[in-house]
């Protein structure tokens, strides 16, 4: 699991990940379609190590694959073969027994996991939440509570989708709960009756210091743990809300200071990715009492522009607006802001809870490591369902157990040393040149027209085989990021050169 997985999502890029997946349901043996859900969420030793102890697709005809949905283009017998054959064998622990490595805290109080549902659909009423916590969720942050009237635009999501369909990038142009706050006072309550031991966050806005103040009052007396402030929501209609507070300090800190004085129960400032940096909001936050900081929010984005109408996506009868961009895609962006809170020395202590684009426990990973203590999670969800929850904890525990962590606390935050703002700090007297797996390499010359065109000319195609020239190679690796095969891996052969000399 801490190398390259032998099998991956290209290896299944034809799957749908069905509800009720009648591959599951056609096979006598096991349960191949939650096998597939683990190799989709980079979850592939788990998922060899849960299948029968007996490989049943030796002798078996695949009625598998002739009852697949996308008429039998998923390899399922050979993928469940390759979970016997390569994935097990290879594999360096058990399947720990228990989840207590999974075991965070939000401000002092604890989760049963990190993972959290972010404030948006996914957690807007109290059946999905209740399913949710059902399904193994630690908690949710409730979408925002307000005392506008919401009235949304239809349609109004509009994504940018990779080959096999799945969503890359998200962008909607949604708003805030359309619940009255009574109705959702009441779902607090009932949810934290029904549910007592899951985390209830409640995400508010308000229109003035009075509101801020009565909605945390409100929130913490009707069952919620704790108060996350919607300073970042970039879709409102209203001038001076969302984003627009999360871009002033000043209002960070004004807003911050009139929750707290209403409530006893951890705040967090909820900031927006719509900034250059985001230190001086959170400083801002934390000069206002705020006991955490929750980034990011959506980024403000245009998709989709129509050659035909020229007008961008989603389109509400001829017309769209700039809207929050969220999905895998920003991943990167969400992690450079999370590092930029962590290595804050002015801000240590405080609760990071950490969202974007998060899809995969090596995701989550990525995020604790830079120093996020829970992560929230909304359109990993909106697409796949509450069910990746099973994969996210199951997956995050394996790591832990195979590094030797007794705890996911004690790793939050240990990737932020290795870090820099600046490339000053990066050695640069030596190459490290990459290297061809030739078994895996179907000759396709991809690795050949990136060089030549994109590179260093350091590539030669002989008999459909790249070979490397080192007189020309300046390790830059560009080569690894296109092969299709993940036939390029680096090389352990690195070249030195004196101080002061540029190739």
């Excluded at 029968?52 to 005809?61: S, T």
């Excluded at 404030?119 to 307000?146: H, L, N, P, Q």
């Amino acid at each position: 699991m801490l190398i390259k997985p032998v099998i991956t999502r290209s290896d299944m890029i034809q799957c749908a990940l069905c509800k009720d997946a009648p591959c599951s349901k056609a096979c006598p043996a096991m349960d191949p379609a939650r096998a597939l859900l683990g190799i989709w969420f980079d979850n592939q030793d788990v998922a060899a190590m849960e299948l029968p102890d007996k490989n049943p697709c030796a002798e078996c005809d695949a009625p598998c694959e002739t009852a697949c949905v996308n008429c039998g283009n998923v390899p399922v017998k050979r993928l469940m073969t390759d979970l016997y054959e390569k994935v097990r064998p290879a594999a360096e622990i058990a399947i720990p027994k228990d989840e207590k490595r999974l075991e965070a805290d939000l401000c002092g109080m604890p989760l049963e996991n990190p993972f959290l549902l972010s404030s948006s659909v996914v957690a807007s009423t109290y059946d999905m939440c209740a399913r949710a916590f059902e399904a193994g969720w630690a908690g949710a942050c409730f979408k925002t509570i307000c005392s506008l009237d919401i009235h949304e635009a239809s349609p109004r999501f509009s994504a940018i989708k990779g080959d096999n369909g799945s969503i890359i990038g998200f962008k909607n142009i949604e708003q805030l709960s359309d619940h009255s706050v009574a109705e959702n006072m009441e779902i607090f309550r009932r949810l934290k009756k029904d549910y007592p031991s899951k985390f209830i966050l409640a995400s508010i806005m308000g229109q003035n210091e009075a509101e801020w103040e009565s909605l945390a009052k409100l929130c913490e007396e009707n069952g919620a743990d704790a108060v996350e402030l919607n300073f970042s929501c970039p879709n409102m209609q209203e001038d001076g809300l969302g984003s627009d507070i999360g871009q002033v300090p000043e209002l960070v800190e004004r807003f911050t200071r009139a929750a707290k004085r209403s409530s006893s129960i951890p705040v967090l400032a909820k900031l927006t990715p719509n900034v250059a940096t985001m230190s001086p909001a959170a400083e801002a936050a934390l000069q206002g009492g705020a006991d955490g900081i929750a980034a990011i929010n959506t980024i403000k984005s245009i998709v989709g522009v129509s050659p035909y109408t020229y007008v961008s996506a989603p389109a509400v009868k001829g017309k769209s607006a700039v809207g929050g961009y969220s999905g895998n895609a920003v991943k990167p962006i969400a992690l450079r802001f999370i590092a930029e809170i962590g290595q804050n020395p002015a801000l240590r202590g405080m609760h990071i809870s950490g969202m974007g684009g998060i899809e995969t426990w090596r995701d989550a990973l990525e995020f604790i490591l830079m120093g996020a203590g829970s992560v929230q999670i909304t359109t990993a969800v909106m697409q796949y369902g509450y069910r990746i929850i099973d994969e996210l904890k199951a997956g995050l525990n394996y790591y832990l157990a195979q590094m030797g962590v007794p705890s996911v606390k004690d790793i939050i935050g240990a990737g932020l040393d290795t870090l820099s703002d600046s490339t000053d700090v990066l050695e640069r007297d030596t190459v490290l040149f990459p290297m061809f797996d030739l078994e895996r390499c179907n000759g396709c010359g991809r690795c050949v027209i990136s060089c030549n065109d994109g590179g260093h000319q350091a590539i030669r195609f002989e008999d459909r085989r790249p070979k490397l020239d080192g007189r020309k190679c300046v390790g830059c690796h560009l080569c690894r990021l296109v092969c299709p095969k993940d036939a390029i891996i680096a090389g352990k052969k690195r070249i030195s050169f004196p101080v002061g000399v540029n190739r």
